[in-house]
């Protein structure tokens, strides 16, 4: 069982930057695919970005070119670098985990981001 734990949310203005943080326990942490989604009010939750074990990528195009994603196997940490922030930015921020031909599913609490215009 994977437990993940999300951190380094909140406000921040058009332009800016943050970075999230989601610590993995409980499970072998670099056999993971591990994502962030995103979840706006009144939307379906949506794929933001995703890394393999070995650091390949995939990323929704809104975000292509602004956030980047980084995984510490060391630590059993994943990042989200997110640049440039828009308004529409704006969502609850999930940690995501699956194994290679599994589904996502070991899911975070959620962090707030939240961009001011």
């Known amino acids: 069982q994977v437990q993940l734990v999300e951190s380094g949310g909140g406000l921040v203005q058009a332009g800016g930057s943050l970075r999230l943080s989601c610590a993995a326990s409980?499970?072998?942490?670099?056999?993971?695919?591990m994502a962030w989604f995103r979840q706006a009010p009144g939307k379906e939750r949506e794929f933001v970005i995703a890394?393999?074990?070995?650091?390949?990528?995939t990323y929704a195009t809104s975000v292509k070119g602004r956030f980047t994603i980084a995984r510490d196997n060391a630590k059993n940490t994943v990042y989200l670098q997110m640049n440039s922030l828009k308004p529409e930015d704006t969502a609850v921020y999930y940690c995501?985990?699956?194994?290679?031909?599994?589904?996502?599913?070991?899911w975070g609490q959620g962090t707030q981001v939240t961009v001011s215009s």
């Open positions: 890394t393999t074990w070995s650091g390949s990528t």
């Open positions: 995501a985990a699956r194994t290679n031909s599994g589904n996502y599913n070991y």
């Open positions: 409980g499970g072998t942490f670099s056999s993971y695919i």
